[in-house]
């Protein structure tokens, strides 16, 4: 009976941190499934304020330190919003040459083909999306909307 307890009480504890973690705000930029990330909280913020000359002086000293997925995605990114496309391509390469199921870096890097025309190529990150989540995802779910709104299936 004491080890019943003691398993339910164990039990408790866990399905209360997994709430607690389940309730925390998803953030698409990144994958936030990495563990060995540098912190990119300050990075997340500025560009969440499309403060994106602050978030590329900030990453590009991480990207010196660090060869990471999350970090070359979210350089990517910016450098994708700033009109930097060659460059922004370059990073999306690195982080999938890292993590090749990085489910941001496929969707941003399907969006920068939708930006540059190449509409056949932002299906193919769509097909592989579909395949690294079957039942759905927020990634593929933006990336079947951006399609869709330059008027692709």
Known sequence: ???AILGFIWLCAICAGFSAVTALPAFAVDNMEST???DLTSVRAKIDAKDYDGALAELRGLTEDNQQADVYNL????????????????????????QPDHKAAREYLGELYIETGEMAKAEEQVSTLKQLCPSGCEELEDLQKAIAAKGGN
Request: net charge positive; aromatic share 16%; charged share 25%.
């Open 75 to 98: 350089m990517g990114y910016t450098l994708r919003k700033t009109g930097d496309y060659k460059t922004s391509l370059t990073y999306y390469t690195k982080a999938l040459e890292l």
């Open 1 to 3: 009976m004491k080890y």
């Open 36 to 38: 060995d990330a540098p």
